[in-house]
């Protein structure tokens, strides 16, 4: 069964780094999205992302984040300069066709820990 | 807004007994809802959805969830609990239009042999 990616599965990263974390999303899908997972508390929507543009996205998705489509297989979620509130767990999803009706999948996660 | 409430942080129960993990919405519309089940170290997986079509929605590995809009609840249930069943469960919510999943803070299900 196709299943969404993720790499790394663990990232540790110095305050004021830039991070990319890296999805590739289930290859008939054509809707993206980034949640995230601070520990300890909700998984939070973060963005989505069609069509090479930004859908929707949340009050938590600022001028530090960007997303991108690169080469038509990989989603990219850019952190410009990490913080130490980024440390959580990120998410990406897809879904094929418009949600809610259209189920988003999920991939297994990557872990920042921001030092 | 939206918002996702679920009871218990931690469910334990004994191998063949009922499962029930609570799921309470808030929302100005009639919402989707969403189980969802993560075993460690994967991505979160779809147990079911309710979609405005039957309000008992049956999903996978054997869960049903009801609908009931006179208590916005979505509870998810399982006659009886195999030690697989053991991971974390999500219930969220969705508006009628938009992609945006709005999750509650998950319940860890424990099963005792």
């Known amino acids: 069964e196709p299943e969404v990616t993720q790499t790394p599965s663990h990232q540790v990263t110095q305050m004021g780094q830039e991070v990319i974390l890296r999805c590739v999303p289930i290859?008939?899908?054509?809707?993206f999205y980034w949640y995230r997972q601070i520990l300890g508390q909700k998984v939070e929507f973060l963005v989505s992302f069609y069509n090479n543009e930004i859908s929707e996205k949340s009050e938590i998705f600022d001028d530090q984040f960007s997303v991108e489509r690169p080469d038509g297989s990989n989603f990219t979620l850019k952190i410009r300069s990490t913080k130490l509130e980024d440390s959580a767990m990120y998410f990406c999803?897809?879904?094929?066709?418009?949600?809610?009706?259209?189920?988003?999948?999920f991939g297994p996660g990557t872990r920042l820990l921001v030092l | 807004a939206q918002s996702v409430t679920q009871l218990g942080s931690h469910v334990s129960v004994s191998e063949g007994a009922l499962v029930l993990l609570r799921c309470n919405y808030s929302?100005?519309?009639?919402?989707?809802l969403f189980w969802y089940v993560q075993y460690p170290n994967q991505g979160l997986q779809l147990l079911l959805k309710y979609t405005s079509a039957a309000t008992l929605v049956k999903g996978i590995n054997g869960f049903e969830a009801e609908f009931k809009k006179s208590e916005t609840s979505f509870h998810l249930t399982k006659p009886s609990a195999h030690m697989s069943d053991a991971a974390e469960y999500f219930c969220a919510v969705s508006p009628f239009a938009g992609n945006m999943l709005t999750f509650g803070g998950g319940t860890r299900l424990m099963v005792k042999p």
């Open positions: 999803a897809s879904s094929v066709g418009t949600a809610p009706r259209e189920t988003q999948y």
């Open positions: 929302s100005s519309v009639p919402p989707y």
């Open positions: 290859s008939n899908h054509l809707y």
